[in-house]
């Protein structure tokens, strides 16, 4: 291991360690400050050749180190399961004007798991904004803690009107996105609810976002749901119009 990779190995158990009670913090140190003390004491008697209390002040010593070492590793597996609820980009949308509210969008996926046959694919928008549909799973904490994180469907892809008389009056645009549903794990959910109590919650999820001439969005997922976030100049000063 170089300076560089023990710096950032440092700095993450740093970073760990500041989001714990400083209660568990304080806890940890005493308990390896205990450990410390008593393997120096333990040397310190196998140098006098006091063999008895040299040993025994020695294996409490590393018991005491080895607990400390043993909380540290699950200060370091929580700081994980913090990491693994990070944003994970999904897709990417570009706009193209193609007429009074017409808009041609390109959606790129940047997580292929879902579509690995399809890295991109472009449709036709009617109205003056997008809208991008989910089915999302969560799963308790302590499954959570085991590496599942929130699972997604993406659903369809919709145009909307900015008016509701538009919306009334005008045609409408919607796609499907979910490809090859195979075991539909939403509606098992649904219907033996009372023996999935491990998933915390299932809810659809949506985002939408103001359509314009060479706009750009990113959407993001979280164990929340669905975010959108302009991607480019354009889809800003769409936004600040909105």
């Known amino acids: 291991m170089n300076t560089s990779e023990l710096q950032q190995y440092l700095q993450e158990i740093l970073t760990a360690l500041a989001v714990l009670d400083p209660g568990i913090v304080i806890a940890i140190g005493i308990i390896l ?5 008593l393997i120096t004491q333990g040397v310190l008697r196998l140098w006098q050749k006091r ?10 010593g590393i018991i005491f180190a080895g607990v400390a070492v043993i909380a540290l590793l699950i200060v370091m597996n929580i700081y994980t399961y913090h990491r693994l609820t990070y944003e994970k980009p999904l897709v990417k949308l570009i706009f193209t004007e193609q007429g009074l509210q017409q808009y041609r969008v390109i959606l790129e996926y940047l997580d292929a798991a879902p579509h690995s046959q399809n890295k991109q694919e ?23 803690l085991l590496g599942f994180n929130a699972m997604y469907r993406l659903e369809r892809l919709n145009g909307r009107y900015a008016e509701v008389s538009d919306e009334l009056s005008q045609p409408r645009t919607v796609y499907p996105l979910a490809h090859d549903q195979g075991l539909d794990i939403w509606s098992l959910t649904q219907q033996f609810r009372q023996w999935l109590d491990w998933i915390d919650a299932y809810y659809g999820s949506a985002a939408y976002l103001p359509m314009a001439d060479k706009a750009e969005y990113l959407v993001v997922i979280n164990q929340s749901g669905l975010l959108a976030r302009p991607a480019n100049d354009v889809a800003k000063q769409a936004l600040q119009q909105w």
Do not use: C, T
Request: net charge neutral; aromatic share 10%; charged share 20%.
């Open 51 to 60: 063999l008895l209390a040299a040993g025994f002040r020695g294996v409490s």
């Open 122 to 144: 472009e449709f036709l928008l009617a109205g003056d904004e997008w809208q991008l549909d989910a089915r999302v799973l969560r799963w308790k904490p302590v499954i959570q």
């Open 33 to 37: 400050v205990i450990g410390v003390i």
